[in-house]
C-alpha cells in the first residue's frame, strides 16, 4: 500500500518538478543544436510564460550562429520561430516576445532558406494594427538581409509607401523612421522615390533628417 501512496505521488509531483526545470531561466542555455525540436516545443506550449518563451527565442538566436558546417537545416530554428511570430492578442505581453523574434531572425539573414524570412517580416512591418515595436524590430531585421536585398529592398519600400498614404499619427513615427534608416543601410537606389517623398510631407523634421541620411547612402553605381 505505501509503495503505491509512493508512486501515486511521484507521478503527481514530479511532472511538475520536471516542468519547474524546463522553465528554469538556464535550462535553455544548456540546449544545444540537437535539442533544437526541445525549443520549438516550448515555443508552443501555452503554459510557459512569455519571458521564458523570450529566452528560448534567445537561445535559438544563439544557436543559428552554430548552423553553418553543421547537419542541421536552419528551418528548424527558424520555422517555429515564425509561428510564434503570429499575434496572439489574448496574451499579455506577446508584443516582447515577438520584438525577440524579430531581433532573432537576423542571425538567419545570410544563411540557407533565408528568403523565405522575407514575405513574412514583410507582412509584420506593412501591417498597420501590428503593435508599432514588432514592426520597427522587424524593419530593423530586414536591413541585415542583403544577401535577399531586392526583396528586402520591396517589403521596405512597400511599407513606407503605405505610411505616407496613411500621413503622420500617433503610431506611425517610429516605423516610418525605421524603415527610411533600414533602406538607407541597403543603399538600393529604388528608394529615391519613397525618400523623397518623407523628406517633402508633414512628417516631423526628425524623420526627414532620417530620410535625407538615408538618400545620401543610396548607391548609384551600375
Given at each position: 500500500?505505501?509503495?503505491?501512496?509512493?508512486?501515486?505521488?511521484?507521478?503527481?509531483?514530479?511532472?511538475g518538478l520536471l516542468?519547474?526545470?524546463?522553465?528554469?531561466?538556464?535550462?535553455?542555455?544548456?540546449?544545444?543544436?540537437?535539442?533544437?525540436?526541445?525549443?520549438?516545443?516550448?515555443?508552443?506550449?501555452?503554459?510557459?510564460?512569455?519571458?521564458?518563451?523570450?529566452?528560448?527565442?534567445?537561445?535559438?538566436?544563439?544557436?543559428?550562429?552554430?548552423?553553418?558546417?553543421?547537419?542541421?537545416?536552419?528551418?528548424?530554428?527558424y520555422n517555429p520561430?515564425?509561428?510564434?511570430?503570429?499575434?496572439?492578442?489574448?496574451?499579455?505581453?506577446?508584443?516582447?516576445?515577438?520584438?525577440?523574434?524579430?531581433?532573432?531572425?537576423?542571425?538567419?539573414?545570410?544563411?540557407?532558406?533565408?528568403?523565405?524570412?522575407?514575405?513574412?517580416?514583410?507582412?509584420?512591418?506593412?501591417?498597420?494594427?501590428?503593435?508599432?515595436?514588432?514592426?520597427?524590430?522587424?524593419?530593423?531585421?530586414?536591413?541585415?538581409?542583403?544577401?535577399?536585398?531586392?526583396?528586402?529592398?520591396?517589403?521596405?519600400?512597400?511599407?513606407?509607401?503605405?505610411?505616407?498614404d496613411r500621413g503622420?499619427?500617433?503610431?506611425?513615427?517610429?516605423?516610418?523612421?525605421?524603415?527610411?534608416?533600414?533602406?538607407?543601410?541597403?543603399?538600393?537606389?529604388?528608394?529615391?522615390?519613397?525618400?523623397?517623398?518623407?523628406?517633402?510631407?508633414?512628417?516631423?523634421?526628425?524623420?526627414?533628417?532620417?530620410?535625407?541620411?538615408?538618400?545620401?547612402?543610396?548607391?548609384?553605381?551600375?
Open positions: 500500500m505505501k509503495q503505491v501512496v509512493f508512486a501515486l505521488l511521484i507521478s503527481i509531483f514530479v511532472p516542468q519547474a526545470q524546463e522553465i528554469s531561466p538556464t535550462y535553455f542555455n544548456r540546449i544545444t543544436l540537437d535539442g533544437v525540436d526541445e525549443l520549438a516545443r516550448a515555443l508552443s506550449d501555452p503554459e510557459i510564460s512569455v519571458e521564458q518563451k523570450r529566452l528560448a527565442v534567445n537561445r535559438m538566436a544563439e544557436l543559428a550562429r552554430q548552423l553553418p558546417g553543421s547537419n542541421v537545416a536552419p528551418s528548424r530554428l520561430l515564425l509561428g510564434a511570430l503570429r499575434p496572439e492578442k489574448d496574451v499579455q505581453d506577446h508584443h516582447v516576445l515577438r520584438i525577440a523574434i524579430c531581433e532573432a531572425l537576423r542571425n538567419f539573414s545570410d544563411l540557407e532558406g533565408s528568403g523565405q524570412l522575407i514575405g513574412p517580416l514583410g507582412r509584420v512591418v506593412s501591417d498597420a494594427d501590428e503593435h508599432e515595436d514588432v514592426r520597427t524590430a522587424a524593419a530593423r531585421t530586414l536591413a541585415d538581409f542583403r544577401k535577399d536585398k531586392s526583396a528586402a529592398v520591396e517589403a521596405l519600400i512597400s511599407a513606407l509607401n503605405k505610411e505616407l503622420p499619427n500617433a503610431n506611425n513615427i517610429s516605423i516610418t523612421s525605421a524603415l527610411c534608416v533600414s533602406l538607407g543601410s541597403l543603399r538600393d537606389k529604388r528608394a529615391l522615390v519613397p525618400l523623397m517623398k518623407v523628406v517633402q510631407s508633414s512628417f516631423p523634421n526628425q524623420t526627414k533628417r532620417i530620410a535625407k541620411t538615408a538618400l545620401e547612402s543610396l548607391d548609384w553605381r551600375g
